[in-house]
């Protein structure tokens, strides 16, 4: 049974800093593409950041771009967010997804696994 638990979330005051991290178990991570995506109140679930299985690629939304950093550990089977410069705008519900293709993607429908997410809050 494939499972991924994210944690980190928290509330924090605009310019700070957290660092969320995604564990995953039933799956050969190192064969996974991973990504984060997150979904405010009101909004619909955006792509956020997706890191390949080997970690040589990685791509970000234009929102987060120079702020977040996605990082992994296929020894570990974790990926990281870390995100820095938070915004109020940044305040949603984060989610760590999987996808079993050496690609990475914006787009959720091509994630197969699905953590139940953490909740950021930043704070102006």
């Known amino acids: 049974q494939v499972q991924l638990v994210e944690s980190g979330g928290g509330l924090v005051q605009a310019g700070g800093s957290l660092r969320l991290s995604c564990a995953a178990s039933?799956?050969?991570?190192?064969?996974?593409?991973m990504g984060w995506f997150r979904q405010a109140p009101g909004k619909e679930r955006e792509f956020v950041a997706a890191?390949?299985?080997?970690?040589?690629?990685?791509n970000y939304a234009d929102s987060v771009k120079g702020r977040f950093t996605i990082s992994r550990d296929n020894a570990r089977n974790t990926v990281n967010l870390l995100m820095d410069s938070l915004k109020p705008e940044d305040t949603a519900v984060y989610y760590c997804?999987?996808?079993?293709?050496?690609?990475?993607?914006?787009?959720?429908?091509?994630?197969?696994?699905w953590g139940q997410g953490t909740q950021v809050t930043v704070s102006s």
């Open positions: 997804a999987g996808r079993y293709y050496s690609a990475s993607s914006y787009h959720q429908a091509e994630y197969a696994y």
């Open positions: 039933g799956l050969t991570f190192s064969r996974v593409t």
């Open positions: 890191i390949t299985w080997s970690g040589s690629s990685t």
